[in-house]
Nanobody
């Protein structure tokens, strides 16, 4: 059974940083790409960042390029999202997504506000 559990969200001031974690359970985590998505109030869910199975290739939404970094630790079945220089418009629920199994985590709230 595949399960994704996010953590690390919270309230942060503009310009601050947060690191989200997604712990995955299931077989062969290291073989598959992973993604982070987010959904702001009243908006559609959007892809924020993606990473290939080995971590060598990453892609980002234009809105977060240069500020967010996706990474993974295949030994510990975990994917991360380091978020720097946060802006109020980054406020959203952030979800970890495993495309191979069409599996979503429960989400973690990130609020950027002074």
């Amino acid at each position: 059974q595949v399960q994704l559990v996010e953590s690390g969200g919270g309230l942060v001031q503009p310009g601050g940083s947060l690191r989200l974690s997604c712990a995955a359970s299931g077989i062969n985590f290291r073989l598959y790409a992973m993604q982070w998505h987010r959904q702001a109030p009243g908006k559609q869910r959007e892809l924020v960042a993606a990473i290939t199975s080995g971590g060598s290739t990453t892609t980002y939404a234009d809105s977060v390029k240069g500020r967010f970094t996706i990474s993974r630790d295949n030994a510990n079945n975990t994917v991360y999202l380091q978020m720097n220089s946060l802006k109020p418009e980054d406020t959203a629920v952030y979800y970890c997504y495993w495309p191979r199994y069409n599996s979503w985590g429960q989400g973690t709230q990130v609020t950027v506000s002074s």
